[in-house]
């Protein structure tokens, strides 16, 4: 298993009690994807149909107002 499938599975076991069967299935759905700094992970208006778990770095959710200042939400 990779270690990044590991790291998972410690996080997902801490909330929740998972048979192998059950997380087998779930883990198969996992993929790694590398982001460029700077870049995007969700765009405005864009439908989300993942989830992300961010391993390494710094993630900034933000919104603009009606002036176009940049108002930040959280960063993970």
């Known amino acids: ?13 801490k909330n929740i ?3 192998d ?8 759905h996992f993929h790694s994807k590398k982001f460029k700094k700077k870049e995007y992970i969700i765009n405005k208006d864009e439908v989300v149909t993942e989830i992300y778990f961010i ?4 993630v900034k959710l933000y919104v ?6 940049e108002n930040i939400i ?3």
């Open 1 to 13: 298993m990779s270690l990044l499938k590991s790291l998972l599975k410690e996080h997902f076991l």
């Open 17 to 19: 009690s998972l048979k």
């Open 21 to 28: 069967e059950q997380w087998n299935f779930i883990s198969k």
């Open 55 to 58: 391993k390494s770095g710094l």
């Open 64 to 69: 603009d107002d009606l002036n176009g200042n």
């Open 74 to 76: 959280s960063f993970a």
